[in-house]
């Protein structure tokens, strides 16, 4: 049955891709081993009388919002990539990121009644049914509350988690396929990278998890003049609506916007690149989805402006050891030491043993070193990204699937960044930040911090030490006779196993002696032999 539902869902994105006609992206100087896609595209009938007459680019956001959420998702990360694809195609996917179809506004007030238990009425002084932005997951409205203050409703669209189930078990039963005929797909783990994806995917799809996020992000930027997180309404989240407040901002992507504000975009920049290393190294809590549509500026101070953070249902954070080792291969990048760079990749267990170790530092060198003196703007990051994993591939380095989140996020913020202000020197700026923190963390100050902060409970130990050195004493000594007792013992036991062998052996020995005269006395054969059984036996 589940084959049969891959099956119905496979047939159905054909459908979707061909009715919008998503071949007319495809580069016409395809090589011959790929141009059959062009012709499987047309072997569909939808692809004969397409939907509506639209562009290449018009038609795969409206087939990526048609597929639903996981494809959403994936149409708003390639958005950020303006190295990838045609500014065209780019600018229509940046709609997936808060303009994507809404669901009916009826639909949105029967979800908030039925989760909140009571009239909607009676849940706000005034309830706007006009939707404010739609995403992938839910959509927003607008109201107020019985107190005045203004506020956001989010809702989740009805029916997501089984439509993200149904699509990632699609791609699990095909991350399996290959990983049975093709060693590469084992080496990187598809499967779970699939499950980890589909366990964000649904961490989504409970909005009382995007509150706990929201909230610990906004304690850890409480008075900070880097990244604003508005508030959550307390009593008014559930599993399906969730309610914060209201802020006024200019989404990140609004270039008019920002430069009628006179926002100092250098320093909007910078202070990006400063709140992703806070997130990562000194909280190890950080925004996992910041495209565009998630981010806005506040506009009170355009010479130091500052981020607001939306939308924080995907969170990602490092095992401390996975954290010490990126942040110090960052630091080894801004130091051009490779050699470095890959004796922390080696002892993280990303590289395995019998690995040539010269040929891949030599390799990294020749791929890397040229990015480290260019600005965000004069950086390729696709083709390098590509090189990077067919290098990966060659060297059949491991890379932790824990680190998709870390890497997506990183993916976004150098796409904002290369919006921002494609001067920014991203090397230069990450030093210093990466080489504080790493002081704190593994140098002087660390040890001194943890001795410190050790030192109460040795304080508070220290009334008990008589009493704990002497019953250590104590129990070494009664395990010294203890020792001492299982030794004799051991001797009693040696000895008694002794004894009763020589008793064994006198007494086959006699048994041998009377067998040996009576065969004498009778003459029968083979006395001989056992005369010298009697004879060697005391011996053995």
């Not at 007459?53 to 994936?74: D, H, N, T, W």
């Not at 009805?158 to 699509?167: H, K, L, N, V, Y």
């Not at 904002?416 to 963390?441: F, H, K, T, V």
């Amino acid at each position: 049955m589940k084959r049969l539902a891959h099956l119905h869902r496979l047939l159905t994105i054909w459908g979707i891709l061909a009715s919008h006609r998503i071949d007319g992206l495809l580069p016409t100087s395809l090589p011959a081993s790929l141009r059959v896609l062009l012709y499987f595209f047309r072997l569909h009938p939808a692809w004969w009388w397409p939907r509506r007459r639209s562009s290449p680019a018009q038609g795969l956001r409206s087939a990526m919002e048609e597929l639903g959420p996981v494809f959403i998702k994936l149409g708003q990360l390639i958005a950020t990539r303006r190295d990838l694809l045609p500014a065209a195609v780019l600018d229509e996917l940046s709609h997936l990121q808060d303009d994507v179809r809404p669901f009916s506004p009826a639909i949105a007030c029967r979800i908030v009644e039925t989760e909140f238990g009571r009239p909607l009425a009676a849940c706000f002084a005034r309830f706007d049914l006009g939707v404010l932005a739609a995403a992938s997951l839910a959509q927003v409205h607008t109201a107020q509350l019985f107190d005045g203050r203004e506020v956001v409703v989010k809702v989740l669209r009805p029916g997501m988690a089984q439509a993200i189930r149904s699509d990632l078990g699609l791609l699990l039963s095909l991350a399996h396929l290959l990983e049975m005929r093709w060693s590469e797909a084992q080496r990187l783990h598809l499967s779970r990278v699939v499950m980890d994806y589909e366990n964000t995917l649904l961490d989504e799809c409970d909005l009382r998890k995007e509150a706990a996020n929201a909230q610990q992000l906004r304690n850890n930027f409480l008075d900070s003049n880097l990244l604003y997180v508005p508030a959550v309404i307390d009593g008014m989240v559930s599993s399906q609506v969730l309610v914060s407040e209201r802020i006024y901002g200019v989404p990140i992507n609004d270039r008019a916007a920002l430069d009628a504000a006179q926002v100092n975009r250098r320093a909007l920049a910078e202070n990006g690149l400063t709140v992703f290393f806070t997130q990562l190294l000194r909280d190890n809590f950080f925004h996992a989805d910041m495209h565009p549509g998630n981010v806005f500026v506040d506009l009170a101070n355009p010479e130091n402006p500052r981020y607001i953070a939306l939308d924080c249902a995907v969170i990602g954070s490092l095992r401390k050891k996975d954290q010490v080792a990126v942040a110090r291969i960052g630091m080894a990048l801004t130091q051009r030491n490779f050699t470095e760079l890959l004796r922390i990749a080696y002892s993280a267990g990303w590289i395995p043993p019998g690995s040539e170790l010269d040929e891949l530092e030599e390799a990294l060198r020749r791929l890397i070193e040229p990015l480290l003196s260019h600005t965000i703007a004069q950086v390729n990051f696709g083709p390098t990204l590509l090189q990077l994993l067919d290098l990966a591939r060659e060297y059949r380095l491991l890379v932790p699937t824990r680190f998709v989140l870390l890497l997506k996020t990183l993916v976004h913020v150098e796409g904002l960044g290369r919006n921002l202000y494609p001067d920014l020197d991203i090397w230069s700026l990450s030093r210093p930040l990466l080489s504080r923190w790493l002081a704190e963390q593994i140098g002087p100050q660390a040890f001194m911090r943890q001795v410190s902060a050790s030192l109460p409970q040795l304080a508070s130990m220290l009334p008990e030490l008589p009493h704990l050195v002497h019953d250590s004493l104590l129990q070494g000594r009664r395990a010294g006779e203890q020792r001492e007792a299982q030794e004799t013992l051991l001797r009693q036991l040696r000895q008694e196993m002794r004894a009763q062998q020589r008793r064994q052996r006198w007494l086959i020995g006699a048994l041998l002696l009377w067998l040996a005269l009576v065969t004498q006395a009778q003459h029968l054969p083979g006395a001989p032999l056992l005369w010298l059984g009697c004879l060697t036996l005391p011996w053995l």
